[in-house]
Structures are given as C-alpha cells and as structure tokens.
C-alpha cells in the first residue's frame, strides 16, 4: 500500500489566526481549526475524493497540498519527495520541477482565466514559465492540449469571454495538463456548470484519468458526482476526517452517522427512489471553538457522554473502511 | 386540485440589449393548479426565472414582457396597473429568491424588514406587528425569536437567512409562491431542512408551490408536476412519475441521463454542445443542434405541444418514433 502510493498526507495542520478589531489593539483572539491533524494516501492512477460540507477543510487541504498556503504542522509527499521541505529549501528549478508534478483546477472557470489572454497564450503560459517545450513547438502543443480536451484549433486565438462555462473549465484543463503532471488536484471543478455541461467534464477527467495514468484529487461537497468519478472518499468534518474507503463500499454501507445523515440529505433524480430526510438538525459548530471529544457529537443522533470527553481516533473496521466513531 | 389557479399563454418576455434582442422566454404557456407543487426545472438561460419575474411584473430593464396572457384566479394580471400589481405581490403571489443574502437588507434588522412587508399591505398595531412577526419566526423554525428579531442578516446563517426570507415571503399568506432555487447557497444538510420546512409550510398554508430548480432530485422530491423548459421554450409537462419513467422529449431523457447519482454508479451520458445563444436561437425546434434524433423538419419548423397521455405534454415531432429510457434506465 504505502508503496504504491503517489501522495502521501501526514498528520496535517492548518490553523489560521484570528485577530481582534482595532489597529493599535489588534491581536491574535484565537484561531480558525481549518485542517486539523488528517491524513490520507493517493495511490498512482487513483481518482480519490474529499468531501464535506462548506467550512469543513477540503479547500484548505487541496491549498496546502498544492503548497499555495503553509502548513501549521504536518508532511506531504509526493512521489516521495516531502515538498514543504522542498519548497522552503529547494533552488528555484527544483521547485518548478516539482511545480511540475502536480497542478490544480479551481471551481470557477470565470475568475481562474485571465480576460486579456487569448486561450493560447494562456495554455502556452506554462511553457514559458516552465520552458520546458522548445518554442517552435509550443503552438503545435497548444493544438494538441486542446484537442484533447475537446477544443478546436481555431479556439486558440479566442479570449475567455467568448466561451461559455464548460469551455473554459476545459481551457483550464488543458492548461494543467500542459505541464504533464502525474497530479491533479480539482477543486469543486463542476460546481459551477449547468447539468448537461457537468457530465461532459466529469466524463472527460475519467477519461483522461484513464489515458494519461494520472492522479487525481477530487474535492467536492456533491456526492453524487464523487461516487461517480472517485475510487476512494474521504468524508471531512470541521477540519478532520470522520470516514474513509472506497466509493461503493462508503455509499452503500457508510458507517458514521455523519456521512448516513449527509448521503440521506441528498435528494435522488427518480421519484421510485426512497425520499430524502433531513435527519440532520442545527448548523456545523464554529471552527473557531469546535466541540470538545468527536467533533460532531452535538449534532450525533446517537451521541452518548463518552462522544464528547475523548476525540475518536480513525480506526479500520473492515479492510479498507476507516471510521471515526465510537458508535460503530 | 385540479381547479386552476394560474394560467400562462403565449408569455414571450425579450431584453433589448446592445448586442441584440435576447429572446429569454418565447412563448411559453402552462398552467399552475390549486395546492399542487409544480417544477419548474431547466438549466440555466432556459427561462425559468425570468418566468417567474414575468407573472409578477417585476423583469429588470431591458426586458419586456412582449405579448402573452397571465391570468390569476380568473384576471388577466398584464392588464393591472402598478398600484393593483403592487396589492398582489406580496399578498397573493410571492417569490423566494435564490441567495438569502442579497435579497435581505444588511443595513435593517430582521423585525423591520418583516414589518414593513406586513405595514404595506396591512394596517395594524404595533403589538399586533410584533406577535406576528414572533409567529412567522416561529412557523420557519428560528429559534430564540425575541432576541434574533433584532439582529442584522450578517448574524445569520445561510440556512436561517433563507428561513427569514421563506418568512417574509409567507407572511400574508399568499396563494401561491415561487421559490426560486432557494437553496441552490445552501449545504446538503441544510438544503434538506430547508426543503422539509418548505414542504411542511405549504401543507399547512394550502398554497402552491412553484419548485424553480436544475436539480432533477428536488423535484423527483418536492413536486408533484412537472414543466421542463429549454432555451426560453417549454419542452415537455407532465406528472412527475410520468416524466421521470417515461420521458417524450429527447431533452428531458438525456438530463436524466446526464444526472449523477448517488444510489448507484453510472456511465454518464452526455449531451454534445452548448446552451444556444438566446439573440440568435437555433431555428425550429431550439434543442435539435444538440438532439441525436432531429430530422430535417426539426429545424425547419417549431413543434406545438401536444397531449401524448393524460396530463402528458410534449413539444417534439419525433416522439412517436423514439424510445427514451427513464431515470430507472429502463426504456418502455
């Protein structure tokens, strides 16, 4: 397992300071637990997910991987490089070698492309940062990166605002993947599309998963799309990970009554089809002064004292299927 | 049930912009029946909304409502003037908009932006106002009324924000209510809650409820009927059981199809192209560019709806020569 593995995330923190109102007074009052102390491998050629409602720390978590943000405490390694270490200490070249490795797709394809490019200086930006494609060769390149995601040549001398929303999230794709990365990191990627386009970029990501052997990252609070696109999930809750296994073993047999009440909440497109039930009451508590013990007792249906005096650790129930719950 | 409350014919509503005249909704006609939940689904740029915007009068400029017929409760409203359109928004119709926090007032605390929806369309005392309110609070589930009422938007949740609006749009109890993708801001957790109280408010009110959604898997939850529109037309109208196993139109099968879902793994089929340009609409049928089933008539000349089942319409030519399959993937 930890062979195969292509990322490796280790105890990883990310706290951000709060700080009190006033110029001259302003000091820190306390801190937002964004990410707190998760962990978790991505195994080469492996589409794993990350999901959780708004405020949990997936986002965080795919910054902090990407080495957007800084971590409190903890290690990432990709392809067995620990890259905090690498980014802090590393020459320039060696960080764009790792930059490299591994890219990142963000939910809104209107503000992640810059207006005044056309789609080809865009695609071909990495190439000069990079410069890792000869010149003469990089508009041929550009034809190709966007045939592959589904583009046309004669798109290439167009601007942004020409395309609609699923046409950009391609030009972004195709920016990515211009770099020949082996990860992927996408955040939320299809969030802000309509349906029909939705389908088209899910199906594309598969494919291009299964072409190019890469790595992906999926981060998304829409369960229907990971169960659709990911091998493995993780569920997040306030900074931490409640339950993690394959996608069909956590949909069709989720252990934590957190992930039960969030798969129960989401309505399904055929009417035969049990309803949905709101089994969930109240609101996710503030990361700023989460609860004590396990995160979620205040909102558990079945919460006893112990749930919240001790934090329960992430066990292996079944081979594969980690909890953490006292409950199970 | 079947008395019908609203009725919609021919609507065609177009903004006049720079760039041309978009023609947002085009010709649209059905009918809204008493106590029932209707959907009205569609992706975006199908003109679901401006729908909703028309039959309260309330399009943003350039747009015009052009020609059509909007009759409630037996009164055509596009023959009122402000001042009688003014006594039924509100009162008799009402609308839930999609994010709580820009249709709430941040400068006015909660109580005032719900007084002065009872103010203008009631005289009553100060006492009477507030136990109102603390009772409309009450009905969407805000705890600790007395203290939230004064509090600002900004104190509030998105959950709780769109419980106030559900509020204020509730609070002269009208006929009938448009949500308009009310909780698309909203978590999972919290869209469920908020669907249940939906439901349970309109039970209890005896309105109808017009669902404005994209998401196949509230209305397979919340209604009862179902209008699917596309690029500014009406393509089918059906029940929902009848929509959802057996759909006529090639649209409504293939965003069935093109659904993820959650309680099963499927290949996704997609739908090829894009959303039409509204200036220039693609002749004839608008869905034929992007219909693996048009045939030349599709693009010469625009199809009616037609009755294909009790309480089954649907505007294609060809739905006599295909089979869909359904969201259970059968075909019939």
């Given at each position: 397992m930890i062979n195969a593995s292509f990322v490796q995330v280790k105890n990883l923190v990310k706290y951000f300071p709060v700080y009190s109102r006033g110029v001259l007074t302003k000091k820190q009052v306390g801190q937002v637990h964004a990410v707190d102390g998760i962990s978790f491998d991505i195994n080469k050629k492996e589409t794993f997910a990350l999901v959780g409602e708004s405020g949990c720390g997936k986002t965080t978590t795919a910054r902090l991987?990407?080495?957007?943000?800084?971590?409190?405490?903890?290690?990432?390694?990709?392809?067995?490089?620990?890259?905090?270490?690498?980014?802090?200490?590393?020459?320039?070249?060696?960080?764009?070698?790792?930059?490299?490795?591994?890219?990142?797709?963000?939910?809104?394809?209107?503000?992640?492309?810059?207006?005044?490019?056309?789609?080809?200086?865009?695609?071909?930006?990495?190439?000069?940062?990079?410069?890792?494609?000869?010149?003469?060769?990089?508009?041929?390149?550009?034809?190709?990166?966007?045939?592959?995601?589904?583009?046309?040549?004669?798109?290439?001398?167009?601007?942004?605002?020409?395309?609609?929303?699923?046409?950009?999230?391609?030009?972004?794709?195709?920016?990515?993947?211009?770099?020949?990365?082996?990860?992927?990191?996408?955040?939320?990627?299809?969030?802000?599309?309509?349906?029909?386009?939705?389908?088209?970029?899910?199906?594309?990501?598969?494919?291009?998963?299964?072409?190019?052997?890469?790595?992906?990252?999926?981060?998304?609070?829409?369960?229907?799309?990971?169960?659709?696109?990911?091998?493995?999930?993780?569920?997040?809750?306030?900074?931490?990970?409640?339950?993690?296994?394959?996608?069909?073993?956590?949909?069709?047999?989720?252990?934590?009554?957190?992930?039960?009440?969030?798969?129960?909440?989401?309505?399904?497109?055929?009417?035969?089809?049990?309803?949905?039930?709101?089994?969930?009451?109240?609101?996710?508590?503030?990361?700023?002064?989460?609860?004590?013990?396990?995160?979620?007792?205040?909102?558990?249906?079945?919460?006893?004292?112990?749930?919240?005096?001790?934090?329960?650790?992430?066990?292996?129930?079944?081979?594969?299927?980690?909890?953490?719950?006292?409950?199970? | 049930m079947t008395e019908t409350l609203l009725r919609i014919e021919g609507l065609k509503t177009h903004f006049f912009t720079e760039a041309g005249i978009v023609k947002a909704v085009d010709g649209v006609s059905f009918d809204i029946r008493k106590g029932e939940s209707l959907g009205l689904v569609g992706e975006s740029g199908s003109g679901k909304t401006v729908t909703a915007l028309s039959v309260l009068r309330i399009i943003p400029k350039p747009g015009k409502l052009v020609e059509g017929k909007i009759e409630f409760k037996g009164e055509n409203l596009l023959e009122k003037n402000e001042q009688e359109m003014q006594s039924i928004r509100g009162r008799e119709i009402a609308m839930i908009f999609q994010d709580p926090s820009s249709s709430l007032n941040p400068v006015y605390n909660i109580e005032t932006?719900?007084?002065?929806?009872?103010?203008a369309h009631k005289s009553m005392s100060k006492e009477e106002c507030h136990g109102k309110i603390i009772e409309l609070m009450n009905l969407v589930g805000i705890p600790e009324a007395e203290i939230r009422l004064r509090e600002y938007p900004h104190q509030f949740s998105g959950g709780m924000k769109q419980r106030v609006a559900i509020g204020r749009a509730l609070a002269l109890q009208p006929t009938l209510l448009f949500a308009d993708e009310p909780t698309t801001s909203l978590d999972v957790t919290i869209q469920a809650q908020v669907l249940e109280l939906l439901e349970d408010l309109k039970r209890k009110l005896g309105m109808s409820l017009v669902m404005i959604t994209?998401?196949?898997?509230?209305?397979?939850?919340?209604?009862?009927?179902?209008?699917?529109?596309?690029?500014?037309?009406?393509?089918?109208?059906?029940?929902?059981?009848?929509?959802?196993?057996?759909?006529?139109?090639?649209?409504?099968?293939?965003?069935?199809?093109?659904v993820p879902r959650l309680d099963r793994k499927q290949t996704l089929s997609i739908i090829p192209g894009n959303i039409p340009n509204l200036i220039e609409p693609p002749s004839g049928c608008r869905f034929h560019p992007r219909c693996k089933y048009a045939t030349k008539k599709c693009s010469e000349a625009?199809?009616?709806?037609?009755?294909?089942?009790?309480?089954?319409?649907?505007?294609?030519?060809?739905?006599?020569?295909?089979?869909?399959?359904?969201?259970s993937g059968k075909s019939d």
């Open positions: 991987i990407s080495n957007l943000i800084e971590p409190t405490f903890g290690e990432v390694f990709v392809d067995g490089e620990n890259i905090f270490e690498k980014f802090r200490t590393a020459s320039k070249n060696e960080k764009l070698r790792l930059r490299r490795k591994m890219q990142i797709i963000f939910q809104n394809p209107y503000g992640s492309l810059d207006p005044r490019m056309t789609v080809s200086d865009i695609i071909s930006e990495p190439f000069v940062i990079h410069n890792h494609v000869a010149k003469e060769n990089r508009s041929e390149r550009v034809y190709e990166l966007l045939k592959l995601v589904g583009l046309e040549e004669y798109h290439a001398e167009r601007y942004p605002h020409e395309f609609s929303g699923g046409q950009r999230q391609r030009i972004c794709i195709a920016r990515a993947l211009a770099v020949e990365p082996e990860f992927i990191i996408a955040d939320e990627p299809v969030s802000s599309l309509d349906v029909s386009i939705r389908a088209q970029i899910l199906n594309l990501l598969g494919d291009l998963q299964k072409t190019m052997g890469l790595s992906f990252l999926y981060i998304s609070h829409d369960l229907s799309s990971v169960r659709q696109i990911s091998q493995r999930v993780a569920v997040m809750y306030l900074g931490e990970i409640v339950e993690l296994a394959s996608s069909d073993e956590l949909f069709d047999n989720p252990l934590h009554p957190y992930t039960q009440a969030l798969i129960e909440a989401v309505p399904i497109p055929d009417p035969q089809v049990k309803k949905m039930k709101a089994r969930l009451r109240g609101e996710v508590p503030s990361p700023i002064t989460p609860p004590s013990g396990c995160r979620f007792n205040p909102r558990c249906p079945r919460a006893t004292a112990a749930c919240s005096q001790k934090k329960p650790e992430l066990t292996e129930i079944k081979k594969g299927h980690f909890v953490a719950c006292f409950q199970t | 932006q719900l007084r002065d929806v009872l103010l994209h998401d196949m898997g509230i209305i397979a939850k919340m209604c009862t009927r179902v209008v699917v529109m596309y690029a500014g037309h009406v393509s089918e109208i059906a029940k929902t059981e009848d929509l959802y196993d057996h759909p006529r139109h090639p649209y409504t099968a293939s965003l069935l199809a093109a625009l199809p009616m709806l037609e009755e294909v089942d009790s309480d089954h319409f649907v505007a294609c030519y060809e739905w006599k020569n295909i089979t869909l399959k359904g969201a």
